[in-house]
Nanobody, 112 residues
Framework: QVQLVESGGGLVQAGGSLRLSCTSS????????MGWYRQAPGKQRELVAT???????NYADSVKGRFTISRDNAKNTVYLQMNSLKPEDTAVYYC??????WGKGTLVTVSS
C-alpha cells in the first residue's frame, strides 16, 4: 500500500511562514512528478504547486512569489515553503505523487 505522509501544518499568523513536508517509503520521489494541492472549507481541491522529476516547477497564480516547492531526493522528501501567508491560504494541504497517490493532508490555519 502506497502511503504519502505530510507534516508541518499548524496555526500561524498572517505574514508568517510554514514549511510542509511529504515523504513516502514506497515511492521514489526522484522519478516522480509531485504536487501540493489544498482544499479550503466549502471549496474544491485546487492545485498549489507541482514539481517534475526534472525539477521544473509550476505554481497557482495565487501563491506565485510566496510559495516554493522543492525536493530532496536523498531524503525522498518534497517540501512546500510557504511565506507571507494570508488567511485565504487556510486549507488542508495534500501531497500528490504521479497524479495518482494522495496523502491524508495536513491542516494549515492562518489567522488575521
Amino acid at each position: 500500500q502506497v502511503q504519502l505522509v505530510e507534516s508541518g501544518g499548524g496555526l500561524v499568523q498572517a505574514g508568517g511562514s510554514l514549511r510542509l513536508s511529504c515523504t513516502s517509503s514506497r515511492i521514489s520521489f526522484s522519478v516522480s512528478a509531485m504536487g501540493w494541492y489544498r482544499q479550503a472549507p466549502g471549496k474544491q481541491r485546487e492545485l498549489v504547486a507541482t514539481i517534475t522529476s526534472g525539477s521544473s516547477t509550476n505554481y497557482a497564480d495565487s501563491v506565485k512569489g510566496r510559495f516554493t516547492i522543492s525536493r530532496d531526493n536523498a531524503k525522498n522528501t518534497v517540501y512546500l515553503q510557504m511565506n507571507s501567508l494570508k488567511p485565504e491560504d487556510t486549507a488542508v494541504y495534500y501531497c500528490n505523487a504521479r497524479s495518482i497517490y494522495w496523502g491524508k493532508g495536513t491542516l494549515v490555519t492562518v489567522s488575521s
